[in-house]
């Protein structure tokens, strides 16, 4: 869906940058998450370090994509399309901080983890669910780069599926820590892993949902897929 042309060229070019840096914030955590991942299956303390250093960079495109929120809230008065696609991007960036909180989560997990028996039930799992929240972070920033919803039911359903999963790992380590006390506080930090990938699905679902709040004008945050297919749609 097209954005209406603007006279002002610099409003144009105002909204192309704040597409520009909420992409490229999106970019970066994308990258956290992959080296946190990386630090969890190699025990790689370098990872870590790259994830606590690319949450600087976050942190500052954040502060530099609310100052240019403000700027063009308080100079440009967008209405209608524009103003949805600014308050979407405030959201979105909101949730990329916290998804870069997660990745760190994680990060810290494998160092912690590094110093113990590696315990490797449910891995397999995590990672199952650790590639399913990086592509769908990669297709609802894909989609807020477009302007285009066409994607975020599929969004919506890779949720669900996400949290199956994290369930299947929740039961499998609950029964390997009755079976084995001795393995129940490696288990459980691998449980937080597990919760921190299912937020940051969320966070991923979130996005996507904006996007169809810039589209059509619809907030659809706590509807069913039934519902959001219907908005989609219409």
Do not use: C, W
Not at 17 to 30: D, F, I, S
Not at 38 to 58: C, N, W, Y
Not at 168 to 183: F, G, H, K, N
Request: aromatic share 6%; net charge negative; hydrophobic share 45%.
């Amino acid at each position: 869906m097209q954005q209406t042309p603007h006279t002002s060229k610099v409003f144009d070019e105002d909204l192309d940058r704040l597409r520009t840096l909420v992409l490229e914030m999106g970019g970066l955590v994308e990258y956290q998450i992959r080296y946190a991942m990386e630090a969890l299956r190699v025990d790689g303390a370098r990872h870590v370090s790259k994830v606590i250093a690319e949450e600087a960079r976050v942190n500052e495109m954040e502060r530099r994509i609310d100052a240019l929120l403000s700027q063009v809230l308080a100079r440009r008065f967008p209405a209608a399309i524009d103003l949805r696609l600014v308050m979407a991007a405030s959201k979105t960036v909101t949730d990329l901080e916290r998804i870069g909180d997660e990745a760190k989560k994680i990060a810290l997990t494998a160092q912690r983890l590094a110093a113990r028996e590696r315990l490797r039930h449910g891995f397999a799992e995590i990672e199952v669910i650790a590639g399913i929240v990086i592509d769908m972070l990669k297709r609802a920033l894909d989609a807020f780069a477009r302007v285009e919803d066409s994607d975020a039911v599929a969004i919506q359903k890779d949720d669900a599926r996400v949290d199956e999963h994290f369930h299947a790992v929740l039961r499998q380590l609950l029964t390997y820590m009755i079976e084995d006390p001795r393995t129940i506080s490696p288990a459980i930090e691998m449980v937080f892993v597990a919760k921190s990938l299912e937020r940051i699905g969320d966070h991923a679902k979130n996005i996507s949902e904006y996007v169809v709040y810039v589209t059509r004008g619809y907030d659809v945050r706590h509807v069913t897929v039934a519902e959001m297919e219907r908005a989609v749609r219409s």
